[in-house]
């Protein structure tokens, strides 16, 4: 999820408990809904470096809890009236929700960090989700304007929002299935998987992605007329210049982050441009999660980007 949604939803849940605690825990809580961001300083060191560390240890398990224990003891310095237990529980609470609502896209988060590194994500939402930031927003503008109804105006948005995110795990679900069940004569699948779009904003309208040996395949889903289309492409052997490329710094933090990675050779002029987008994010034509490195004639890397 975007940081925003996360403040929102921290917000939102402070408003639900603020009877446990009328200031300091509030902003422990809201705070701590948008810690785990702060990785966003990463992007100093330019866009890949922020692909390889954002959801990180600021998302993991560990990470969650050593802030919460932080913020609860600055908390407690300035809000000494405040009981630390209490101001630790709101931070961990702030922390965990985090963590779950990325969990339930298709970025991948690390949660196991130090122990594992691996990337979990269920695929299920989209990374900026305009229904749950909606329901959010909407929550929090009738709150203002029916204080007294506060905290069940917050605690309805909030069961609205897991009965959305419930409901998307459902469809995700019969996608998932779809994209199985989808028969390739005699080509063995590698991977596949069935990843919500951002246009049309349908719930009901999935992208599938398949990985064989030799090819990608891009399939529309429609779960209202049980349908899937999908479109085949051609994977690009490995020459002397794409191995050149794959050595690169961020190539080798992107094609670590990506699921589907499709490859595209271009010379231009003396020039040859070696780009990889992440099937799973791309929606076919419009492509997004884009690793490009550019090589000279002679095979020397001249420059290496990366691109949302």
Same mark, same amino acid.
């Given at each position: 999820?975007?940081?925003?949604?996360?403040?929102?939803?921290?917000?939102?849940?402070?408003?639900?408990?603020?009877?446990?605690?009328?200031?300091?825990?509030?902003?422990?809580?809201?705070?701590?809904?948008?810690?785990?961001?702060?990785?966003f300083v990463t992007r100093y060191w330019g866009m890949a470096s922020y692909?390889?560390?954002?959801?990180?240890?600021?998302?993991?398990?560990?990470?969650?809890? $050593?802030?919460?224990?932080? #913020?609860?003891?600055?908390? /407690?310095?300035? &809000?000494?009236?405040? *009981? @630390?237990?209490?101001? %630790?529980?709101?931070?961990?609470?702030?922390?965990?929700?985090?963590?779950?609502?990325?969990?339930?896209?298709?970025?991948?988060?690390?949660?196991?960090?130090?122990?594992?590194?691996?990337?979990?994500?269920?695929?299920?939402?989209?990374?900026?989700?305009?229904?749950?930031?909606?329901?959010?927003?909407?929550?929090?503008?009738?709150?203002?304007?029916?204080?007294?109804?506060?905290?069940?105006?917050?605690?309805?948005?909030?069961?609205?929002?897991?009965?959305?995110?419930?409901?998307?795990?459902?469809?995700?679900?019969?996608?998932?299935?779809? $994209?199985?069940?989808?028969? #390739?004569?005699?080509?063995? /699948?590698?991977? &596949?998987?069935?990843? *919500? @779009?951002?246009?049309? %904003?349908?719930?009901?309208?999935?992208?599938?992605?398949?990985?064989?040996?030799?090819?990608?395949?891009?399939?529309?889903?429609?779960?209202?007329?049980?349908?899937?289309?999908?479109?085949?492409?051609?994977?690009?052997?490995?020459?002397?210049?794409?191995?050149?490329?794959?050595?690169?710094?961020?190539?080798?933090?992107?094609?670590?982050?990506?699921?589907?990675?499709?490859?595209?050779?271009?010379?231009?002029?003396?020039?040859?441009?070696?780009?990889?987008?992440?099937?799973?994010?791309?929606?076919?034509?419009?492509?997004?999660?884009?690793?490009?490195?550019?090589?000279?004639?002679?095979?020397?890397?001249?420059?290496?980007?990366?691109?949302?």
């Amino acid at each position: 999820m975007d940081t925003i949604t996360h403040a929102l939803t921290g917000t939102t849940l402070s408003t639900v408990l603020k009877k446990f605690d009328l200031h300091a825990g509030k902003w422990v809580l809201i705070i701590s809904s948008v810690i785990p961001d702060l990785d966003f300083v990463t992007r100093y060191w330019g866009m890949a470096s922020y692909l390889n560390y954002h959801r990180g240890i600021s998302h993991s398990f560990i990470g969650v809890a $050593v802030s919460a224990v932080m #913020l609860a003891a600055i908390f /407690k310095v300035f &809000f000494k009236k405040s *009981p @630390y237990p209490l101001l %630790l529980l709101f931070g961990l609470i702030g922390g965990l929700i985090h963590i779950f609502m990325d969990l339930t896209n298709s970025y991948g988060t690390q949660i196991f960090l130090p122990f594992s590194s691996h990337r979990y994500g269920f695929d299920w939402v989209m990374i900026v989700d305009p229904y749950i930031f909606g329901l959010l927003l909407f929550g929090l503008v009738f709150i203002l304007l029916k204080k007294s109804y506060s905290s069940r105006i917050a605690l309805a948005s909030l069961l609205l929002i897991f009965i959305y995110i419930g409901f998307k795990a459902v469809l995700h679900q019969k996608a998932f299935s779809l $994209v199985k069940k989808y028969s #390739l004569d005699n080509e063995k /699948k590698i991977k &596949f998987g069935a990843y *919500p @779009y951002f246009i049309p %904003l349908s719930p009901f309208k999935w992208l599938g992605v398949i990985e064989t040996k030799n090819t990608f395949l891009m399939g529309d889903i429609d779960l209202l007329k049980s349908r899937e289309k999908f479109v085949r492409h051609e994977k690009i052997p490995e020459t002397e210049v794409v191995k050149i490329a794959k050595n690169s710094r961020t190539a080798q933090i992107f094609l670590d982050f990506a699921k589907y990675p499709r490859l595209e050779v271009k010379k231009k002029d003396d020039k040859w441009e070696i780009v990889w987008y992440d099937l799973a994010f791309s929606y076919f034509d419009d492509k997004r999660f884009v690793c490009k490195i550019v090589l000279s004639e002679d095979n020397k890397i001249l420059s290496e980007s990366f691109s949302y």
